[in-house]
């Protein structure tokens, strides 16, 4: 079963590419630029076939894909490649460039990229990424509203017997506690609270604010319990209890003084709404953009769990390999088949949504960095024109491919350290 689950997530992350890769391609052709190759994966090629103009094939090293475009960078001052230079980084752009043309046939002329206009090839560079972020809405969507989630409800699971507060991290009463608000109204295990104070509740958030603005209030709970609706009394105590952020999420060591009923919440597999999944999204793109922003900071405490002693906390960044272990373990876990299809769909979900954001990012060879260049070239034709200037004719982006080499020297690097990571001190979920 594990090692189902890895070949599964294997099938969704070449699916993935290919479905990133074909919104280059369609939009491409949609343009007339030649696309000469569109491949999935990288190194030998393992299977090809040529449909038309286009090379379509697998290659051996599924972490990644490409589409071959004709003429992504502008030609030199000889109008097709400038003069070799000793210098490295004069070779580096001028490999590119020659690279661009390599394939060049007759007729090409007025098919390549670099004479498309800007917003062209924003379009072009942008549908890779877009594709991802389709296909990760689509399958959160799938999860959130066909399965459903697991998260806290309004059914009772247990009943402190008396008021502690949260920072004493105990869990035994003593004679000097008073007795909790729920244990003195009778509240017991399995009542589903259905209204409180008078407000109907429908899931344990909206519950737990209720009572959390109600310190020092008699309120009356309406509870099923067998089959029957009783209404109880409950006098809401005021305690300290764990501090929440601006989306109802526990903040860890912070505590407020609120009201306090004295039960904890049974969790439950949920389905959501269409509007509740449109707001849980918008949670966890949030959550991706601060995780992208905070991976910097990440990589000391990543270095030290491959090469040290130090822990693999379950937020560190992870790789492909450690993606693939945690389709394993979700194969291997005991619990319904719909909730293992539902995890190992979140999975794939999540992978695109990564993809999508680290594809925007504004720098050479990512997508992001292509749209950057062509938003450039776009603001300083248009701004010339206003002037009544000359056209300073399309930006070269080949100029900056030092930088690109910079960029995936140093992302070959951090994938490098955190595949070390994945294989010798995985993220585990169970």
């Given at each position: 079963?594990?090692?189902?689950?890895?070949?599964?997530?294997?099938?969704?992350?070449?699916?993935?590419?290919?479905?990133?890769?074909?919104?280059?391609?369609?939009?491409?052709?949609?343009?007339?630029?030649?696309?000469?190759?569109?491949?999935?994966?990288?190194?030998?090629?393992?299977?090809?076939?040529?449909?038309?103009?286009?090379?379509?094939?697998?290659?051996?090293?599924?972490?990644?894909?490409?589409?071959?475009?004709?003429?992504?960078?502008?030609?030199?001052?000889?109008?097709?490649?400038?003069?070799?230079?000793?210098?490295?980084?004069?070779?580096?752009?001028?490999?590119?460039?020659?690279?661009?043309?390599?394939?060049?046939?007759?007729?090409?002329?007025?098919?390549?990229?670099?004479?498309?206009?800007?917003?062209?090839?924003?379009?072009?560079?942008?549908?890779?990424?877009?594709?991802?972020?389709?296909?990760?809405?689509?399958?959160?969507?799938?999860?959130?509203?066909?399965?459903?989630?697991?998260?806290?409800?309004?059914?009772?699971?247990?009943?402190?017997?008396?008021?502690?507060?949260?920072?004493?991290?105990?869990?035994?009463?003593?004679?000097?506690?008073?007795?909790?608000?729920?244990?003195?109204?009778?509240?017991?295990?399995?009542?589903?609270?259905?209204?409180?104070?008078?407000?109907?509740?429908?899931?344990?958030?909206?519950?737990?604010?209720?009572?959390?603005?109600?310190?020092?209030?008699?309120?009356?709970?309406?509870?099923?319990?067998?089959?029957?609706?009783?209404?109880?009394?409950?006098?809401?105590?005021?305690?300290?209890?764990?501090?929440?952020?601006?989306?109802?999420?526990?903040?860890?060591?912070?505590?407020?003084?609120?009201?306090?009923?004295?039960?904890?919440?049974?969790?439950?597999?949920?389905?959501?709404?269409?509007?509740?999944?449109?707001?849980?999204?918008?949670?966890?793109?949030?959550?991706?953009?601060?995780?992208?922003?905070?991976?910097?900071?990440?990589?000391?405490?990543?270095?030290?769990?491959?090469?040290?002693?130090?822990?693999?906390?379950?937020?560190?960044?992870?790789?492909?390999?450690?993606?693939?272990?945690?389709?394993?373990?979700?194969?291997?876990?005991?619990?319904?088949?719909?909730?293992?299809?539902?995890?190992?769909?979140?999975?794939?979900?999540?992978?695109?949504?990564?993809?999508?954001?680290?594809?925007?990012?504004?720098?050479?060879?990512?997508?992001?960095?292509?749209?950057?260049?062509?938003?450039?070239?776009s603001l300083r034709r248009n701004t010339a024109r206003l002037l009544r200037?000359?056209?300073?004719?399309?930006?070269?982006?080949?100029?900056?491919?030092?930088?690109?080499?910079v960029v995936a020297g140093v992302f070959i690097c951090f994938t490098l350290?955190?595949?070390?990571?994945?294989?010798?001190?995985?993220?585990?979920?169970?």
């Open positions: 079963m594990f090692i189902l689950g890895i070949v599964l997530f294997a099938f969704g992350l070449l699916f993935s590419i290919a479905w990133h890769e074909l919104g280059h391609l369609s939009t491409a052709k949609l343009f007339g630029i030649r696309v000469p190759q569109y491949m999935v994966g990288f190194g030998p090629t393992l299977f090809s076939r040529r449909r038309g103009e286009t090379e379509y094939g697998v290659k051996a090293i599924p972490f990644g894909g490409y589409i071959r475009m004709i003429g992504m960078f502008p030609p030199g001052a000889d109008g097709r490649l400038e003069a070799r230079s000793t210098s490295p980084w004069r070779g580096m752009i001028e490999d590119a460039r020659s690279a661009a043309f390599e394939e060049l046939q007759p007729g090409d002329e007025k098919r390549l990229f670099y004479t498309r206009k800007p917003w062209k090839r924003v379009i072009v560079m942008f549908a890779g990424p877009f594709m991802n972020l389709i296909l990760a809405v689509a399958l959160f969507l799938t999860v959130l509203m066909g399965f459903g989630i697991a998260q806290q409800t309004t059914t009772v699971s247990t009943v402190s017997q008396c008021v502690i507060a949260q920072s004493e991290k105990r869990d035994d009463c003593t004679a000097a506690d008073a007795a909790s608000p729920a244990a003195a109204a009778g509240l017991k295990a399995g009542d589903k609270i259905v209204s409180f104070d008078g407000v109907r509740t429908t899931d344990w958030d909206r519950l737990s604010d209720l009572i959390r603005s109600h310190p020092g209030q008699s309120v009356p709970l309406v509870v099923e319990r067998d089959g029957r609706t009783l209404t109880l009394h409950a006098d809401i105590a005021t305690n300290q209890v764990a501090k929440k952020d601006s989306h109802g999420r526990i903040v860890e060591g912070q505590y407020v003084n609120a009201g306090f009923l004295g039960f904890s919440a049974a969790t439950g597999v949920v389905k959501q709404d269409f509007g509740d999944s449109v707001t849980w999204m918008g949670d966890r793109i949030g959550d991706a953009v601060d995780s992208l922003a905070a991976l910097p900071g990440k990589v000391p405490a990543l270095w030290d769990a491959a090469f040290g002693d130090g822990p693999r906390d379950a937020d560190s960044p992870m790789g492909v390999v450690g993606a693939a272990r945690v389709g394993g373990e979700i194969a291997t876990l005991d619990i319904p088949p719909t909730q293992q299809l539902a995890m190992f769909v979140m999975l794939v979900a999540g992978f695109n949504l990564s993809l999508f954001l680290f594809n925007m990012l504004p720098l050479l060879p990512l997508d992001g960095g292509h749209i950057a260049g062509a938003l450039w070239e200037r000359p056209d300073p004719g399309p930006f070269d982006v080949a100029k900056l491919m030092p930088v690109a080499y350290l955190v595949l070390v990571a994945d294989v010798v001190n995985p993220v585990r979920i169970t």
